[in-house]
């Protein structure tokens, strides 16, 4: 492979930027994207970060039939004292090439991408709002673009970065949402793509979300698409319970996505001591804790929100009323240390937090 290296292309006139105040999560966009392109037998080439700005592409290009697409979502975080950091984006990239892996698209040099979005968001940073709870959505992504229809891995790809400044998720506090159990629709299933982070996921998750959003819940309860007995997760999060003092999540078994946030929460609780296991659990275990007084706490974990607690679960017929329909204690906990962390606030005993700094550009 040859020596890469970003070339930069400036824009000549920066956009206006948005409101701060109102940020709408995904919606304006930075002056900057960074592009790479796939071809054979060059492989990945022609790193660049350029001007925001649409894309000229075939109509036959396969990402738009067959779906053979990945993303990835991460966060960079303004600090008080000026510093920019992110939260384990290795780990993002690490699950960018898993899910390459599982759609059939060439891995990239993981390495090489984090350097090359590093110095995406530097180029950007005035974008980076630093009201309490802001942050700069980086939404990587893998489209197939070789024009062809037919049904085969793409020979030609594109990888694009680009930037968003989200406002905060918690503007009102943090109030726990209604979740109803799907016992129709399924999300994933085992040998299937859950694993992987694919936009087709999401499109068959939107049937189910719509049916209960009209019915007045904020998301969904997957549970897994043989039985449909055992618990997966929550709309486009992990999930875990609080169960007699022991913290419960479902265990990664081939349909489940893994978090990076799940991951943290998992390594904080044993941190801290408090019981956490990965296992298979039942919809009836779970009702059953709750009939007996056992179920503490429920929340979801994911890189919008962090911390999602769930004040009610709607599972045939019954309600399960969750802590008083408040925040646990145990989700608060988690919520404070992991977003301290993100923004500085707390000490990072995990090497977690990565910087951003106006380093040399990538060669
Ligand atoms: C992205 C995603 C999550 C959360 O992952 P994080 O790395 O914690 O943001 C959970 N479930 C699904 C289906 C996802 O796509």
Redesign the pocket.
Known sequence: MEEWTVRVEHCDTKKEKPDTDHLEFGRSFTDHMFVMDYSEPLGWHDARIVPYQKLTIDPSAMAFHYGQTVFE?MKAYYTENGEIQLFRPDK?LARLNHSNDRLCIPPVDEEFVLKAIKQLIYTDKEWIPKAEGTSLYIRPFIISTEPYLGVAPSHHYKLIVILSPVGAYYKEGINPVKIAVENHYV?AVKGGTGEA?TGG?YASSLKAQEMVSKQGYSQVLWLDGVEKKYIE?VG???VFFKINGEVVTPALNGSI?S????DSVIELLKYWDVPVTERRISMEELYQAYVDGQLEEAFG????AVISPIGELAWEGKKLEVNNGKIGETAKRLYDTMSGIQYGKVEDPFGWIVKVKETEPVK
Do not use: D, F
């Not at 978090?259 to 799940?262: A, E, N, P």
């Not at 974990?301 to 919008?304: L, V």
């Open positions: 979502g993002n999300r982070k996921n997760e486009s999060m992990n996505l978090g990076v946030t799940r974990t994911g890189t919008a």
